[in-house]
Nanobody
């Protein structure tokens, strides 16, 4: 069992930045893939970025060049630095952890991009 707690969401103007954090209850090096997903109202949940145990990262086309996923192994925390935010980035952002075939989710943090 892995608990994930997200933080760092909020209201930001277009063009602004936010840094999300996801604290895991387990050693993140024991987790196959950790990632960030988002879900906007009326839309399906979509992958934003993920990072493997070896440190390889992957991004959705819509956020490439604007978002950066990183991790702190000592703190068992994964981050999502979001720059040049757009209104279409507004969503609830969820942290996920996959160990073998099992996936774990946090409760989410709201990100609202609006002037």
């Amino acid at each position: 069992q892995v608990q994930l707690v997200e933080s760092g969401g909020g209201l930001v103007q277009p063009g602004g930045s936010l840094n999300l954090s996801c604290a895991a209850s387990a050693n993140i090096l024991s987790i196959t893939i950790m990632g960030w997903y988002r879900q906007a109202p009326g839309q399906e949940r979509e992958m934003v970025a993920d990072i493997t145990r070896s440190g390889s990262s992957n991004y959705a086309d819509s956020v490439k060049g604007r978002f950066t996923i990183s991790r702190n192994i000592i703190k068992n925390t994964v981050y999502l630095q979001m720059n040049s935010l757009k209104s279409e980035d507004t969503a609830v952002y969820y942290c996920s952890a996959q160990i073998l075939i099992k996936s774990y989710w946090g409760r989410g943090t709201q990100v609202t991009v609006s002037s």
